[in-house]
């Protein structure tokens, strides 16, 4: 089993930054990729960004040149945001897919954090 503790989340003001962090535990063999979705209320939820874990990253259009990814370390990951937009306010929640000990593929989801962008 893995679970995602995630933090980071907050109100900030139309062009702050904020910091979101995904810290990965329990037994697993490797992380293959990590990402984020959002859900705005009324809405769908939405792949923000995507990366495998040594190779490339992807981001969604409205992501795209204000949205990083990277890896802090084997089990850590964040989100950088910055010039923040009001329609970035949503629920945001992190995820991997990893290798198991058994060699098996699987995906864990973190509880979520709100983020509020006002203006």
């Known amino acids: 089993q893995v679970q995602l503790a995630e933090s980071g989340g907050g109100l900030v003001q139309a062009g702050g930054s904020l910091r979101l962090s995904c810290v990965a535990s329990?037994?697993?063999?490797?992380?293959?990729?990590m990402g984020w979705y959002r859900q705005a209320p009324g809405k769908q939820r939405e792949l923000v960004a995507t990366?495998?874990?040594?190779?490339?990253a992807y981001y969604a259009d409205f992501a795209r040149g204000r949205f990083t990814i990277a890896v802090d370390d084997a089990k850590t990951y964040i989100l950088q945001m910055n010039s923040l937009l009001t329609e970035d306010t949503a629920d945001y929640y992190c995820?991997?897919?990893?290798?198991?000990?058994?060699?098996?593929?699987?995906?864990?989801w973190g509880q979520g954090t709100q983020v509020t962008v006002s203006s």
């Open positions: 995820y991997v897919d990893v290798t198991s000990t058994d060699d098996t593929r699987e995906k864990f």
């Open positions: 329990g037994s697993f063999r490797s992380i293959d990729s």
């Open positions: 990366k495998i874990r040594a190779g490339p």
